[in-house]
């Protein structure tokens, strides 16, 4: 079993920046993909960046390419989401996630992962 615990969200003004942290406990492996959702009232969870633990390839939806960056620290079993320039459209719970298995399915569907945070809310005001 695989807990997994963020931290980082808040409010900030549109333009603004916040870094959002993922720490995974339990059976980790070198083999997990971990990723980022995001959930808005009203609307589907979304995949928004995930990086592969066993080369540190990222990959990004294409409405954040260019404003935010996964990146992880290994030793740590930790993930994080900087996210600058922030837009009101960005307001939403963010969610990390672990895809156990990197090399089947894909990364970009939320039924593609087998662990879940509980959400970190990302308010962005105009």
């Known amino acids: 079993q695989v807990q997994l615990v963020e931290s980082g969200g808040g409010l900030v003004q549109a333009g603004g920046s916040l870094r959002l942290s993922c720490a995974a406990s339990?059976?980790?492996?070198?083999?997990?993909?971990m990723g980022w959702f995001r959930q808005a009232p009203g609307k589907e969870r979304e995949f928004v960046a995930a990086?592969?633990?066993?080369?540190?390839?990222?990959y990004y939806a294409n409405f954040v390419k260019g404003r935010f960056t996964i990146s992880g620290d290994n030793a740590k079993n930790t993930v994080y989401l900087q996210m600058n320039r922030l837009r009101p459209e960005d307001t939403a719970v963010y969610y990390c996630?672990?895809?156990?298995?990197?090399?089947?399915?894909?990364?970009?569907?939320?039924?593609?992962?087998?662990?879940w945070g509980q959400g970190s809310q990302v308010t962005v005001s105009s």
């Open positions: 339990g059976r980790t492996s070198s083999s997990y993909v």
């Open positions: 990086i592969r633990w066993s080369d540190d390839n990222t």
């Open positions: 996630a672990i895809k156990k298995v990197y090399c089947t399915g894909s990364y970009y569907y939320p039924d593609d992962y087998d662990y």
